[in-house]
């Protein structure tokens, strides 16, 4: 990662969250996020070799970077009591967009122990809606930390998109 990005893959590596800041000010972030999922091929004769499942990119979601620090002591929270969380990371005008991630249980989910449930929604208006779902460890929780920390103290305003 870099000092404008922030990973959290999944506890099997199947699943990736990935944020990539493109501009930024004091008190927000214009964010990309991409979700990317793989899975068994599953064509007929696929085999057995694991192939990307799906892509989901937002390119442009407006983040408080203070919901980002937020979001980065409640990771650092469940890493000391494993306790669930939810959090909004939008500002209070988010252009339309609501983003939500949280951490804990989810009865859809086998338990397990020291692994819980990330979840990300986001809503645009009455346009779309959507929420993924995967299971992580504390290794994954780790580098999502690392990932922020490094992020959060980034104070570049514009940055070029990765391709």
């Given at each position: 990662?870099t000092?404008?990005r922030?990973s959290?893959?999944s506890?099997r590596g ?11 000010t004091?008190?927000e972030?214009?964010?990309?996020f991409t979700?990317v999922?793989e899975?068994?091929n599953?064509?007929?004769e696929?085999?057995?070799?694991a192939?990307e499942?799906?892509r989901?990119v937002?390119?442009?979601v407006i983040?408080?970077?203070d919901a980002?620090?937020g979001l ?5 929270d469940?890493?000391?009591d ?5 959090r ?11 983003l939500?991630?949280g951490?804990g ?8 122990t020291n692994?819980a449930?990330f979840t ?5 208006g009455?346009?779309?809606?959507a ?8 290794s994954?929780v ?13 104070k570049?305003t514009?940055f070029?998109p990765?391709?």
């Amino acid at each position: 990662m870099t000092d404008r990005r922030w990973s959290l893959p999944s506890n099997r590596g199947m699943e990736n969250l990935e944020c990539e800041v493109v501009e930024s000010t004091g008190r927000e972030m214009v964010c990309r996020f991409t979700l990317v999922g793989e899975y068994w091929n599953r064509a007929p004769e696929g085999g057995r070799e694991a192939t990307e499942d799906f892509r989901v990119v937002l390119p442009q979601v407006i983040v408080a970077r203070d919901a980002l620090e937020g979001l980065r002591q409640s990771f650092i929270d469940w890493l000391d009591d494993g306790g669930s969380f939810s959090r909004a990371l939008q500002p209070a005008d988010g252009g339309g967009q609501v983003l939500e991630v949280g951490l804990g249980d989810d009865p859809r989910f086998v338990r397990s122990t020291n692994k819980a449930v990330f979840t990300f929604s986001y809503f645009s208006g009455l346009v779309m809606t959507a929420s993924f779902s995967f299971m992580v460890d504390q290794s994954c929780v780790r580098m999502a930390i690392g990932g922020l920390t490094d992020c959060l103290r980034n104070k570049v305003t514009k940055f070029r998109p990765s391709p």
